[in-house]
């Protein structure tokens, strides 16, 4: 599965894989010193232990970050969406209603790839938990959502490109 992401996003990621790399060679090589230092006391063989499950955690980071990067794919806002669907780099208007509370309300907000959130002007990475049930989606199309706040039935009322 594709991961749509900044050329900023992507060089941070790659920049975050290398200092995993570092971070766990350093752990291997305080592994391999309490290993050689092992006098059979208890002290040692927790330091032993305890570096065991650093390693295994950093290699769980690194492989993970490396999956990932595997799969992105750099966007730009040339692309637009497509003017009848929910995509990268639109507009969305939506009328939500709380299923738990009755609360109904309209929003807007913009969809960006990862890298280019700014939550303050309401503009959300497509994969965030409220929103990526609404890719593709049309104008009349309705979504339910489960999200902290409750269920949420949220019903698209137009999509304009950014």
Same mark, same amino acid.
Request: with cysteine; net charge negative; glycine share 6%.
């Given at each position: ?13 790659l920049d ?6 570092? @971070?766990? +060679?350093?752990? #291997?090589?305080?592994? !391999? ?6 006098? !059979? ?7 032993? @232990?305890?570096?065991?499950?650093? +390693?295994? &955690? $950093?290699?769980? #980071? ?8 595997? !799969? ?6 040339? &692309?637009?969406?497509? =003017? ?10 939506? $009328?939500? @209603? !709380?299923? +738990? ?5 309209? %929003?807007?907000?913009g969809l960006? =790839? ?6 303050? %002007? ?6 965030? =938990? ?12 309705? #979504?339910?959502?489960?999200? =902290?706040?409750?269920?949420? %039935?949220?019903?698209? &009322? ?5």
């Amino acid at each position: 599965m594709k991961i749509f992401v900044t050329e900023k996003y992507k060089k941070n990621a790659l920049d975050k894989i290398t200092q995993l790399q570092k @971070e766990l +060679e350093n752990i #291997r090589h305080e592994k !391999n010193i309490s290993f050689e230092g092992d006098t !059979n006391t208890w002290h040692d063989n927790f330091a032993y @232990e305890n570096l065991t499950r650093q +390693e295994k &955690l $950093a290699e769980d #980071r690194l492989f993970k970050a490396m999956k990932d990067a595997e !799969n992105f794919e750099v966007c730009s806002n040339v &692309l637009g969406c497509v =003017p009848d669907a929910v995509g990268l780099y639109c507009w969305v208007k939506v $009328a939500q @209603e !709380n299923l +738990e509370t009755g609360e109904e309300t309209e %929003k807007v907000f913009g969809l960006v =790839p990862l890298g280019d959130e700014d939550y303050g %002007k309401k503009i959300f990475a497509y994969n965030s =938990p409220a929103v990526c049930s609404l890719m593709g989606a049309k104008i009349g199309d309705e #979504r339910v959502v489960k999200i =902290p706040i409750g269920t949420l %039935k949220i019903t698209i &009322l137009s999509i304009e490109t950014m």
